[in-house]
């Protein structure tokens, strides 16, 4: 798929239907993600690709979490590592960019291979946490759902680009 | 008597949806501000649910719960659009009350 058609055509699912998705898809989107530029290319992110009732469990906590979907990835984000090899701007803030654009990644390829997505941040952090027992340093940043969509919506208001961009030295 | 013992209160609705409350609450405290009332909202949508499954429901509150789900996510394309649909919401109730 063109990368502007996926880009114009990715929206925010909350409503999937209740399909299983196949694990070598899964791979694709994981694929995705770790060809994501990342600050000093640490990559400090690990990937939980989730189903079956722990997507209950983390679903209980996790408000912004909407619809049913069938999979999810909680994308974490390694402070330790970061801060071991990229010192606190790597921690504080390249990480949380790297996982972003990570995300993007994977959110983009699921509309080149028909699948459906919503960033996730409103969840309870210590309770996904806990309930994926992650290891100590790791911290669990954002929540992809995934599925097959049921119900798509129309795409929201954007600012015009003329609004957002000053050309400079043209 | 507790009509609940043991795990059986994790197969309970409400126990999913004191959870959501919880975490929303703590969710508010540094979310944007119009999450506050859409969560609250939407503990409606879910309660209905709750009581849905529990054959608590009516007509009424299943009228409700299809505005709720129609009109909930306005929440995150047009603040304006929102804000009217909760004065629906309120006003709904109200024609109920009388």
Known sequence: ?170 | MDRMVGDDIMDDGYFNLICYIATSARGCVEEPKMYGPFRLIDTIDRLIEVMDKRNESNEFYNKLQGKIQNKKYSVMHDEEEFINFLDEVVEMLVEKKK
């Open chain 1, 1 to 170: 798929m063109d990368v502007t058609k996926a880009i114009k055509e990715r929206r925010s699912i909350r409503n999937f239907s209740n399909e299983d998705i196949e694990k070598g898809l899964l791979g694709e989107l994981v694929e995705a993600a770790i060809w994501a530029p990342s600050g000093s290319n640490i990559q400090p992110w690990e990937i939980k690709m989730v189903k079956g009732d722990k997507v209950d469990k983390i679903k209980t906590f996790s408000p912004g979490l909407m619809g049913d979907p069938p999979v999810l990835a909680v994308i974490c984000r390694d402070e330790k590592m970061a801060y071991n090899e990229g010192g606190e701007v790597c921690r504080d803030v390249l990480s949380v960019m790297d996982v972003a654009i990570a995300a993007q990644n994977m959110c983009l390829k699921a509309v080149d291979i028909g699948l459906g997505t919503c960033l996730v941040r409103s969840f309870n952090k210590k309770a996904v946490k806990s309930l994926l027992n992650l290891k100590d340093g790791l911290v669990p940043s954002l929540i992809i759902t995934i599925g097959v969509p049921k119900k798509i919506p129309n795409p929201p208001k954007k600012r015009d680009k003329e609004e957002i961009t000053e050309w400079i030295g043209w």
